[in-house]
């Protein structure tokens, strides 16, 4: 008897939505054409949508104007604070645990040759001597460098001692470990001799880089700081000069990605628990380098607490922050640069504020360019009261500027505010860049910064403010100089509140109206790398709400993160922004992946068709001339100069002045000019001109390799010609499927009920259900302006899940509620499987029967996840809820339960996980570990975190139907459900008298490793797993029909599918014998781990029907396909599936996990045999239908007399 086991039984128990919560999620075009109205102030149409239009004209205006004006300024002010919050960002440093990314004590060997360069005179350092004893002790050879004092001006000295010591024993060095930084004179307080050696470090490590370059020496750099940076409120910062080096390092990475490692600050003392981390950092660097991959983390800080990583976040909106207030000011205010545009907006906004004195400073004081115009501006903002001076002083220069503070107090007009944006944008490569400008760009920025400390360091002021860029925060091609100076001002900000004083460092993104960066073509630039210019009147409301918050440190810029994320990842993973869901998404987003798409599906508009045309008709020289003539001239349009002259055939993209950002600008032109998908990494692919080139010309006309061809040999087995079966060969005892069992939405009980609603053309999706303790009303949030919320209602789910016969498999009621609902339905879907084969499940026990599952966690009883989740516990459930819920115990339970004794193993690598698991139960088989395979796939969503998590990815369909490979696919639409299928060896089925319903010919697992993003699809991994599996089967992708596709509705993954089997399926086929395409989840939803198996039942009913079934909600095809680049067909309505003696119907099955885990199962037909003798001398019927419910065909029976006959 099935009764309900669910913890929270009572729906009602959850707390209700709110009135006004229920209210606003019922917002629609009305408001928006309401909140329209406002903010234009039609008194008309205001009128009209009210239904005031029966009143005269004159009483309804006279009703809604007067609160219309004031109504409209909220409004705007509303969106304003929208605007302002979204771009609000902080650098935050968040522990990192020891086993998530860096080896555990004990475990790491550091691997290699390492040379650590230290300054003239430091090499006894405390942190240097206990850094190399570390690296000796982790394993490495260590070599200590001891730099010049004229480092910076003379690189020459140093390039050629690291050249020797790379040629040293042969092999190159492992990584080089910079202590340069160090060397900044005394610490902070108290120093006198700033305007001496402001940036020796910094300098000095600029001339390592470039030391670096000249002998390529591609060995990971480390660069070292103490004291730069600040972790949280206790850890003080002591020295903001160092801070330099943090701005000059996220340009070398970006600049030189291929060997640069990364940066780290360390204590002021070393002791043993930190220099102990200290080799864990590099030991893992040094894998990193040994796999070609770059290191997990790459700003770290270690401290003796802990590890500390380096973030990028959403900072708190202004409006929601705790403790934000107003600010104001009743004195005068300093604004250097006061004269530019970045001075002139924030004078105007302290004139309109109250503040009626103003110190405009700049170099060139009233003789600066438009001072007298901008003077009679403020003049006349300020009204008869206020006043406005402006004033030549150098803020580089400590005495010109305590000079000028001393005037203004000896006039009785001391300063209560300080805003610093003053500052020198430089643009120039760090090969390119020398000790000169970077000076000029620390001048008026980072070292004038440090002078308005010194001469207001006795003072409580209003407001000190400092205007960094977010160059400091992120880095920036040929910006190198200008991060340095920038980066030092977050430091100089905490300095000064670890002292008791006030400031602000805001660095910001790109600002409109002559901003310093948002000028001309320059301003276009950095909007096509994702950094529009923000309103500048929105800005300084971003300043005051900042000084409102009295932060310290802020990042306020407009961030189009579906351009920025993939451009500033382009060369190198950066863990920075990978705590923010925009960049995450935009990076799992961008099909552009390291690698090629095919190249008949590659090209994606009609130039190229031009270009070909052109190309076709030439000699090769002359195709090698033109495409050298379009690179360079889209190289040298990129780099701004006026013709291609200047950009040599033969240098290297780097010496020409690339960098990662302007290399993505170079791909997106040439992808426009040729049609073709091509990488990001495309400039580092291919590093010069002429290696462009040969690329280009393969693309677009020789054959492409890249997603891999079969190797010589999967040639060598796959068999020449078509096979008329797999389970005719004689090399092998091909693995059947036995029997079938399941549970899937839509009350698909059975593979019979399942065929049943795909063949009648019916999909099984329903409301979120009411009997799992959802908060339904409070869930479902179309604006998504709750958090814990979905935009969508509606998904496909299994009913009656919380039923369970508990008795019948001798479990407690007080174990079954404990009990995840995945155990519970796999455990009746593997009773039945058995029961569907004839298999009397006692007759198992001590058997050799695995167990394959493949699922994931339902967070069941794990308590609320979401505003919609009702799951709190359940009394009595205590000491069962461990093996109740650990995903682990779902294959454990079933062999614990059947008494089986083979392999029992969980896999979860997401939405593959079933298909992964008929691969591993396959290897198993083949292998002797087991004597028969169970296999199974559950999902259960005892939560609705998943229809949260993917409303917040704008990743679900809002009727919750998977459109696949259609033009109106807008997301995939979640189902759940189990599947179980019986799989073992055909002479083990025949012997045993079991029903063959299908053959396995074939499977393969792969991963799409270090693609473009950890959950974005892999079109070459797809190409790659597919043409496995046909290896492993000895197929050629002619003797596959159809295709059950992974097809989740999503814009992007279905061509990503689409291209990969256009080019292995849809490649050399006869047109009147395309390759069908089609996917189960149009009809059940995507359900999950279960999704492979449920692929894998249906097709197995389809072969023994004899029919394709149409996919639904197709409409048009997707246009994001090119479609006629192969033979491949949408099953749009059925499909008779003709088999025979010359032709036997296969068909593969495809899941692509989210974790990057790719698999692939190619099935056939049952044979045709129907009659096999068993060894003990009786006869089988081997065509038995159980699973279809046909009869089987009359065969004749031999009857056995003796042995002889």
Same mark, same amino acid.
């Given at each position: 008897?099935?009764?309900?086991?669910?913890?929270?039984?009572?729906?009602?128990?959850?707390?209700?939505?709110?009135?006004?919560?229920?209210?606003?999620?019922?917002?629609?075009?009305?408001?928006?054409?309401?909140?329209?109205?406002?903010? =234009?102030?039609?008194?008309? &149409?205001?009128?009209?949508?009210?239904?005031?239009?029966?009143?005269?004209?004159?009483?309804?205006?006279?009703?809604?104007?007067?609160?219309?004006?004031?109504?409209?300024?909220?409004?705007?002010?509303?969106?304003?604070?929208?605007?302002?919050? @979204?771009?609000?960002?902080?650098?935050?440093?968040?522990?990192?645990?020891?086993?998530?990314?860096?080896?555990?004590?004990?475990?790491?060997?550091?691997?290699?040759?390492?040379?650590?360069?230290?300054?003239?005179?430091?090499?006894?350092?405390?942190?240097?001597?206990?850094?190399?004893?570390?690296?000796?002790?982790?394993?490495?050879?260590?070599?200590?460098?001891?730099?010049?004092?004229?480092?910076?001006?003379?690189?020459?000295?140093?390039?050629?001692?690291?050249?020797?010591?790379?040629?040293?024993?042969?092999?190159?060095?492992?990584?080089?470990?910079? /202590?340069?930084?160090?060397?900044?004179?005394?610490?902070?307080?108290?120093?006198?001799?700033?305007?001496?050696?402001?940036?020796?470090?910094? %300098?000095?490590?600029?001339? *390592?880089?470039?030391?670096?370059?000249?002998?390529?020496? &591609?060995? @990971?750099?480390?660069?070292?700081?103490?004291?730069?940076?600040?972790?949280?409120?206790?850890?003080?910062?002591?020295?903001?000069?160092?801070?330099?080096?943090?701005?000059?390092?996220?340009?070398?990475?970006?600049?030189?990605?291929?060997?640069?490692?990364?940066?780290? $600050?360390?204590?002021?003392?070393?002791?043993?628990?930190?220099?102990?981390?200290?080799?864990?950092?590099?030991?893992?660097?040094?894998?990193? *380098? !040994?796999?070609?991959?770059?290191?997990?983390?790459?700003?770290?800080?270690?401290?003796?607490?802990?590890?500390?990583?380096?973030?990028?976040?959403?900072?708190?909106?202004?409006?929601?922050?705790?403790?934000?207030?107003?600010?104001?000011?009743?004195?005068?205010?300093?604004?250097?640069?006061?004269?530019?545009?970045?001075?002139?907006?924030?004078?105007?906004?302290?004139?309109?504020?109250?503040?009626?004195?103003?110190?405009?400073?700049?170099?060139?004081?009233?003789?600066?360019?438009?001072?007298?115009?901008?003077?009679?501006?403020?003049?006349?903002?300020?009204?008869?009261?206020?006043?406005?001076?402006?004033?030549?002083?150098?803020?580089?220069?400590?005495?010109?500027?305590? &000079?000028?503070?001393? =005037?203004?107090?000896?006039?009785?007009?001391?300063?209560?505010?300080?805003?610093?944006?003053?500052?020198?944008?430089?643009?120039?490569?760090?090969?390119?860049?020398?000790?000169?400008?970077?000076?000029?760009?620390?001048?008026?920025?980072?070292?004038? %910064?440090?002078?308005?400390?010194?001469?207001?360091?006795?003072?409580?002021?209003?407001?000190?403010?400092?205007?960094?860029?977010?160059?400091?925060?992120?880095?920036?091609?040929?910006?190198?100089?200008?991060?340095? %100076?920038?980066?030092?001002?977050?430091?100089?900000?905490?300095?000064?509140?670890?002292?008791?004083?006030?400031?602000? @460092?805001? &660095?910001?993104?790109?600002?409109?109206?002559?901003?310093?960066?948002? #000028?001309? %073509?320059?301003?276009?630039?950095?909007?096509?790398?994702?950094?529009?210019?923000?309103?500048?009147?929105?800005?300084?409301?971003?300043?005051?709400?900042?000084?409102?918050?009295?932060?310290?440190?802020?990042?306020?810029?407009?961030?189009?993160?579906?351009?920025?994320?993939?451009?500033?990842?382009?060369?190198?993973?950066?863990?920075?922004?990978?705590?923010?869901?925009?960049?995450?998404?935009?990076?799992?987003?961008?099909?552009?992946?390291?690698?090629?798409?095919?190249?008949?599906?590659?090209?994606?508009?009609?130039?190229?068709?031009?270009?070909?045309?052109?190309?076709?008709?030439?000699?090769?020289?002359?195709?090698?001339?033109?495409?050298?003539?379009?690179?360079?001239?889209?190289?040298?349009?990129?780099?701004?100069?006026?013709?291609?002259?200047?950009?040599?055939?033969?240098?290297?993209?780097?010496?020409?002045? /690339?960098?990662?950002?302007?290399?993505? #600008?170079?791909?997106?032109?040439?992808?426009?000019? +040729?049609?073709?998908?091509?990488?990001?990494?495309?400039?580092? $692919?291919?590093?010069?001109?002429?290696?462009?080139?040969?690329?280009?010309?393969?693309?677009? *006309?020789?054959?492409? +390799?890249?997603?891999?061809?079969?190797?010589?040999?999967?040639?060598?087995?796959?068999?020449?010609?078509?096979?008329?079966?797999?389970?005719?060969?004689?090399?092998?005892?091909?693995?059947?499927?036995?029997?079938?069992?399941?549970?899937?939405?839509?009350?698909?009980?059975?593979?019979?009920?399942?065929?049943?609603?795909?063949?009648?053309?019916?999909?099984?999706?329903?409301?979120?259900?009411?009997?799992?303790?959802?908060?339904?009303?409070?869930?479902?949030?179309?604006?998504?302006?709750?958090?814990?919320?979905?935009?969508?209602?509606?998904?496909?789910?299994?009913?009656?899940?919380?039923?369970?016969?508990?008795?019948?498999?001798?479990?407690?009621?007080?174990?079954?509620?404990?009990?995840?609902?995945?155990?519970?339905?796999?455990?009746?879907?593997?009773?039945?499987?058995?029961?569907?084969?004839?298999?009397?499940?006692?007759?198992?026990?001590?058997?050799?029967?695995?167990?394959?599952?493949?699922?994931?966690?339902?967070?069941?009883?794990?308590?609320?996840?979401?505003?919609?989740?009702?799951?709190?516990?359940?009394?009595?459930?205590?000491?069962?809820?461990?093996?109740?819920?650990?995903?682990?115990?779902?294959?454990?339970?079933?062999?614990?339960?059947?008494?089986?004794?083979?392999?029992?193993?969980?896999?979860?690598?997401?939405?593959?996980?079933?298909?992964?698991?008929?691969?591993?139960?396959?290897?198993?088989?083949?292998?002797?570990?087991?004597?028969?395979?169970?296999?199974?796939?559950?999902?259960?969503?005892?939560?609705?975190?998943?229809?949260?998590?993917?409303?917040?990815?704008?990743?679900?369909?809002?009727?919750?139907?998977?459109?696949?490979?259609?033009?109106?696919?807008?997301?995939?639409?979640?189902?759940?459900?189990?599947?179980?299928?019986?799989?073992?060896?055909?002479?083990?089925?025949?012997?045993?008298?079991?029903?063959?319903?299908?053959?396995?010919?074939?499977?393969?697992?792969?991963?799409?490793?270090?693609?473009?993003?950890?959950?974005?699809?892999?079109?070459?991994? #797809?190409?790659?797993?597919?043409?496995?599996?046909?290896?492993?089967?000895?197929?050629?992708?002619?003797?596959?029909?159809?295709?059950?596709?992974?097809?989740?509705?999503?814009?992007?993954?279905?061509?990503?599918?689409?291209?990969?089997?256009?080019?292995?399926?849809? #490649?050399?086929?006869?047109?009147?014998?395309?390759?069908?395409?089609?996917?189960?989840?149009?009809?059940?939803?995507?359900?999950?781990?279960?999704?492979?198996?449920?692929?894998?039942?249906?097709?197995? !009913?389809? !072969?023994?029907?004899?029919?394709?079934?149409?996919?639904?909600?197709?409409?048009?095809?997707?246009?994001?396909?090119?479609?006629?680049?192969?033979?491949?067909?949408?099953?749009?309505?059925?499909?008779?599936?003709?088999?025979?003696?010359?032709?036997?119907?296969?068909?593969?099955? @495809?899941?692509?996990?989210?974790?990057?885990?790719?698999?692939?199962?190619?099935?056939?037909?049952?044979?045709?045999?129907?009659?096999?003798?068993?060894?003990?001398?009786?006869?089988?019927?081997?065509? +038995? $239908?159980?699973?279809?419910?046909?009869?089987?065909?009359?065969?004749?029976?031999?009857?056995?007399?003796?042995?002889?006959?």
């Amino acid at each position: 008897q099935r009764t309900r086991h669910w913890i929270n039984t009572d729906p009602t128990s959850a707390p209700s939505a709110s009135a006004a919560s229920a209210g606003a999620s019922g917002a629609g075009g009305a408001e928006s054409d309401f909140w329209k109205a406002v903010e =234009s102030e039609d008194v008309d &149409a205001l009128s009209e949508m009210l239904s005031l239009g029966d009143q005269e004209p004159q009483d309804s205006h006279g009703v809604l104007r007067p609160a219309l004006s004031l109504l409209s300024g909220w409004r705007r002010a509303q969106v304003t604070r929208a605007t302002v919050d @979204s771009w609000r960002y902080q650098v935050s440093w968040r522990p990192q645990a020891y086993d998530s990314a860096l080896p555990r004590s004990g475990s790491s060997d550091v691997a290699g040759r390492w040379i650590v360069v230290t300054p003239a005179g430091y090499g006894d350092h405390p942190w240097a001597v206990a850094s190399m004893r570390a690296l000796a002790d982790g394993g490495a050879q260590v070599s200590q460098i001891s730099a010049d004092a004229d480092l910076a001006s003379n690189p020459e000295p140093l390039a050629r001692l690291l050249e020797a010591e790379a040629r040293r024993d042969g092999g190159r060095p492992a990584g080089v470990l910079s /202590f340069l930084a160090l060397d900044c004179g005394e610490t902070v307080e108290g120093r006198e001799e700033l305007q001496r050696t402001p940036l020796s470090g910094t %300098a000095a490590t600029l001339g *390592l880089v470039q030391a670096m370059v000249d002998v390529e020496l &591609a060995a @990971s750099l480390w660069c070292v700081t103490s004291g730069a940076v600040s972790v949280g409120r206790a850890d003080r910062i002591r020295d903001a000069d160092q801070a330099h080096v943090w701005g000059l390092g996220q340009v070398a990475g970006l600049e030189h990605p291929e060997w640069w490692g990364g940066l780290i $600050d360390l204590p002021e003392e070393p002791d043993s628990r930190t220099v102990g981390r200290l080799a864990q950092v590099l030991a893992n660097a040094s894998r990193a *380098l !040994m796999t070609g991959a770059p290191p997990r983390e790459d700003q770290v800080a270690l401290r003796p607490s802990g590890v500390f990583v380096r973030r990028l976040t959403r900072a708190a909106p202004a409006s929601h922050a705790p403790g934000a207030g107003s600010w104001s000011s009743d004195g005068p205010a300093l604004i250097t640069g006061g004269t530019g545009a970045l001075g002139a907006h924030v004078a105007r906004w302290l004139l309109r504020s109250g503040i009626n004195h103003l110190v405009l400073v700049s170099r060139r004081g009233a003789g600066a360019p438009g001072a007298d115009e901008l003077r009679s501006e403020l003049l006349g903002l300020a009204g008869p009261e206020g006043k406005v001076e402006i004033r030549g002083c150098d803020v580089s220069d400590r005495d010109d500027l305590s &000079a000028l503070v001393e =005037s203004l107090d000896e006039a009785g007009t001391p300063v209560r505010s300080v805003f610093h944006t003053a500052g020198i944008g430089t643009t120039a490569s760090l090969v390119d860049s020398d000790v000169e400008a970077l000076t000029q760009a620390c001048a008026a920025k980072s070292h004038g %910064a440090r002078h308005l400390d010194h001469v207001f360091h006795d003072r409580e002021l209003d407001a000190f403010v400092l205007f960094s860029s977010g160059a400091g925060v992120w880095g920036g091609g040929g910006q190198g100089a200008y991060a340095a %100076a920038n980066s030092s001002l977050d430091a100089l900000a905490q300095y000064r509140r670890s002292r008791g004083l006030h400031a602000l @460092s805001v &660095a910001w993104g790109t600002w409109g109206g002559g901003g310093m960066a948002a #000028q001309g %073509a320059a301003e276009e630039q950095l909007r096509r790398l994702g950094l529009p210019a923000m309103e500048p009147t929105q800005a300084v409301e971003a300043l005051r709400h900042s000084l409102g918050l009295d932060e310290t440190t802020v990042t306020v810029a407009d961030i189009d993160w579906e351009v920025f994320a993939p451009t500033l990842s382009a060369a190198r993973r950066r863990p920075l922004i990978s705590d923010l869901a925009e960049a995450r998404a935009a990076l799992d987003g961008d099909p552009l992946a390291p690698g090629s798409a095919p190249k008949a599906a590659s090209r994606t508009g009609t130039r190229s068709d031009d270009l070909l045309q052109r190309l076709t008709a030439l000699s090769t020289g002359e195709r090698d001339r033109v495409l050298l003539d379009l690179v360079r001239a889209e190289a040298a349009a990129v780099l701004g100069h006026s013709g291609s002259d200047s950009v040599a055939a033969h240098r290297a993209f780097k010496e020409l002045g /690339f960098d990662s950002l302007t290399a993505v #600008q170079l791909r997106n032109r040439l992808k426009s000019a +040729t049609g073709l998908l091509l990488p990001t990494t495309l400039v580092f $692919d291919h590093p010069s001109p002429r290696a462009l080139v040969a690329h280009l010309k393969n693309e677009l *006309l020789g054959d492409d +390799t890249s997603a891999g061809p079969l190797t010589a040999s999967e040639k060598e087995r796959a068999r020449d010609g078509s096979r008329s079966s797999a389970a005719e060969e004689g090399d092998a005892d091909p693995l059947v499927i036995v029997s079938m069992s399941c549970r899937f939405p839509g009350a698909a009980n059975s593979p019979e009920q399942l065929w049943s609603l795909i063949a009648e053309g019916r999909d099984a999706v329903s409301e979120f259900p009411g009997d799992r303790g959802w908060d339904l009303d409070r869930l479902y949030d179309p604006q998504l302006s709750r958090s814990g919320t979905s935009y969508t209602r509606e998904g496909s789910f299994v009913t009656d899940v919380a039923e369970f016969d508990a008795d019948f498999f001798g479990i407690s009621p007080r174990e079954a509620v404990a009990m995840d609902p995945q155990q519970r339905l796999l455990l009746e879907t593997s009773w039945e499987v058995f029961e569907r084969a004839g298999i009397a499940v006692d007759d198992l026990r001590e058997s050799r029967t695995g167990v394959f599952i493949g699922a994931a966690t339902s967070y069941y009883g794990t308590g609320p996840v979401s505003a919609g989740s009702g799951s709190d516990g359940a009394e009595g459930t205590d000491g069962f809820l461990l093996t109740g819920t650990a995903t682990a115990v779902l294959s454990g339970r079933i062999s614990y339960t059947f008494g089986l004794e083979g392999p029992a193993v969980t896999i979860d690598t997401a939405c593959s996980s079933s298909l992964v698991s008929l691969h591993m139960a396959a290897q198993a088989l083949r292998n002797g570990e087991c004597t028969m395979a169970l296999v199974g796939g559950v999902t259960v969503m005892a939560t609705p975190a998943a229809f949260v998590e993917f409303s917040r990815q704008r990743g679900l369909a809002a009727d919750g139907r998977c459109k696949a490979f259609s033009a109106d696919a807008d997301g995939t639409g979640w189902g759940e459900g189990a599947g179980v299928v019986l799989v073992e060896r055909l002479s083990d089925a025949r012997r045993n008298g079991h029903p063959v319903l299908a053959v396995v010919c074939g499977t393969a697992v792969n991963q799409d490793g270090a693609s473009n993003g950890l959950s974005a699809p892999n079109g070459p991994s #797809q190409q790659r797993v597919i043409r496995q599996a046909l290896a492993n089967a000895g197929l050629q992708p002619g003797d596959v029909d159809a295709v059950e596709a992974h097809g989740t509705g999503t814009r992007l993954g279905d061509p990503i599918e689409a291209q990969a089997l256009l080019a292995t399926y849809g #490649q050399d086929r006869d047109a009147d014998r395309p390759l069908w395409l089609g996917t189960v989840k149009s009809n059940i939803g995507h359900t999950q781990s279960a999704a492979g198996l449920a692929g894998i039942i249906k097709m197995v !009913m389809a !072969m023994r029907h004899g029919t394709l079934p149409r996919t639904l909600h197709i409409g048009e095809p997707t246009p994001h396909v090119e479609w006629s680049a192969g033979a491949v067909s949408l099953l749009s309505k059925d499909q008779e599936w003709p088999s025979g003696t010359e032709r036997t119907r296969r068909a593969g099955v @495809s899941a692509f996990g989210v974790s990057g885990t790719n698999a692939h199962v190619i099935l056939e037909e049952a044979p045709g045999e129907a009659v096999e003798g068993t060894d003990d001398g009786t006869t089988l019927n081997t065509t +038995t $239908d159980i699973g279809t419910g046909t009869e089987p065909a009359a065969v004749p029976t031999p009857w056995v007399l003796s042995a002889r006959t």
